[in-house]
Nanobody, 121 residues
Framework: VQLVESGGGSVQAGGSLRLSCVASGYTASRRCMGWFRQAPGKEREGVATISTGGTIRYYSDSVKGRFAISQDNAKNTVYLQMNTLRPEDTAMYYC???????????????RGQGTQVTVSS
């Protein structure tokens, strides 16, 4: 399984970004997709998770109501729409994949290289 993220960048507080993750490889190994982030000096944080078909979705409390995870199975792409961004959202964001949901995204088997999100005040 290979995961390639895009869409990161710099934005002012209150702005929006949409991250994309294009997945390839064995489908059964990526039935659960997610995003996690890590900022310098901070622990990894699971941000959002979605299962194939979208029946299971999870959001961390820190992003609930501001971020939305979605997927386009025809494009093998998972998205993370991030609205009302805050300086504390600044981090490297990683896409991750796993055969099933239940674990935190940072514990998923597969991960991409990450895309940087920087939010200025």
């Amino acid at each position: 399984v290979q995961l390639v993220e895009s869409g990161g960048g710099s934005v002012q507080a209150g702005g929006s970004l949409r991250l994309s993750c294009v997945a390839s490889g064995y489908t059964a190994s990526r039935r659960c997709m997610g995003w996690f982030r890590q900022a310098p000096g901070k622990e990894r944080e699971g941000v959002a998770t979605i299962s194939t078909g979208g029946t299971i979705r999870y959001y961390s409390d820190s992003v609930k109501g501001r971020f939305a995870i979605s997927q386009d199975n025809a494009k093998n792409t998972v998205y993370l729409q991030m609205n009302t961004l805050r300086p504390e959202d600044t981090a490297m964001y990683y896409c991750a994949a796993h055969p099933w949901c239940g674990a935190a995204p940072y514990d998923f088997t597969y991960r991409g290289q990450g895309t940087q999100v920087t939010v200025s005040s």
